[in-house]
């Protein structure tokens, strides 16, 4: 059979809603796609779990700091269950490491943001996290079995993290002047890289991950979903939006497209960020000093003393 063969006969299985297995035959651009953008997924995992690592010492109460160390670990997890998937696609764990530590590779970009306070906590917690239950519960019908998997393991994790965020935003907003404050400081700082989260609008004609159903939905329609789920609930609770600001048009709450400023989205790509190297060097030097702890993984019998 031709390798032109092959791929039609791919496609077909594809558009009648098949699903890829690691070991089934695949296009080299299909492999590669689902490749890097799991390596992202996995990247953005592990390193988003350093904001919140960020903000244990300022926890109000012991049992806050507990519930968030939780939930650091369990990003870590989702890190590692990622990697798994990534590399079965013919990628190493230590190359993608290495790779992320040395700026080859992306993470997402709300995790290239400073964390100032206890606000923070519960904007990522509630909205961010938020964001990401919208994008990976369309990802859990991925064409890549493996992948969507991985994802419902995650996706009910995730839910949890989202019940701890909104918790502590209910918590800040029944409270003194001050708590509101905070929030909505944080909601100030953050809203436009939630809106920049979701990427500008999807490019149909040309990105093959939606060609071959490994991403679902469009970009555009998934910042949809976040805005009508979560922009009433925020005003009930009596904020207001930085710019953009969204404004109901029947049933939905919209943002117009030139409102948006994609320039600190651009400068993130670029890993320019405003913590993007900080973070970066703290995870280097995570990874240098526990090169050890690999290495006896790797070769136990040349470790026994």
Request: aromatic fraction near 10%.
């Amino acid at each position: 059979m031709t390798y032109e063969d092959k791929l039609a006969r791919f496609n077909e299985h594809i558009e009648a809603g098949g699903k890829v297995e690691t070991n089934d035959w695949m296009p080299d651009d299909y492999r590669r796609g689902v490749l890097k953008f799991v390596e992202m997924h996995a990247n953005s995992e592990i390193m988003g779990a350093l904001p919140e690592r960020e903000c244990l010492p300022i926890a109000p109460s012991l049992q806050r700091k507990m519930s968030l160390a939780a939930k650091i670990q369990d990003e870590v997890g989702h890190a590692q269950l990622l990697y798994r998937v990534a590399e079965d696609l013919g990628k190493s764990r230590d190359t993608m490491f290495h790779d992320l530590v040395t700026g080859r590779s992306k993470f997402h970009n709300v995790f290239h943001y400073p964390v100032k306070h206890w606000g923070d906590v519960a904007i990522i917690g509630w909205l961010i996290d938020g964001a990401a239950l919208v994008t990976q519960a369309a990802l859990r019908d991925s064409s890549y079995a493996p992948y969507a998997r991985v994802l419902k393991r995650i996706c009910a994790e995730e839910q949890l993290h989202l019940r701890h965020g909104e918790h502590i935003t209910m918590q800040l907003s029944a409270g003194t002047d001050e708590q509101r404050a905070m929030f909505q400081d944080a909601l100030t700082r953050w809203w436009l890289p939630i809106i920049h989260f979701f990427g500008p609008r999807s490019n149909v004609a040309k990105d093959l991950l939606l060609h071959w159903k490994v991403k679902t939905r469009l970009n555009e329609d998934l910042r949809q979903e976040f805005l009508d789920r979560y922009v009433p609930k925020i005003l009930e609770l009596g904020y207001t939006f930085p710019t953009p600001v969204p404004f109901k048009d029947g049933e939905h709450y919209l943002i117009k497209d030139e409102d948006i400023d994609w320039e600190p989205l651009g400068a993130i790509k670029k890993n320019e960020g405003p913590e993007t190297q900080r973070r970066l060097t703290w995870r280097r030097d995570v990874y240098d000093t526990h090169r050890w702890v690999r290495d006896a993984m790797a070769e136990p019998a040349a470790h026994v003393a």
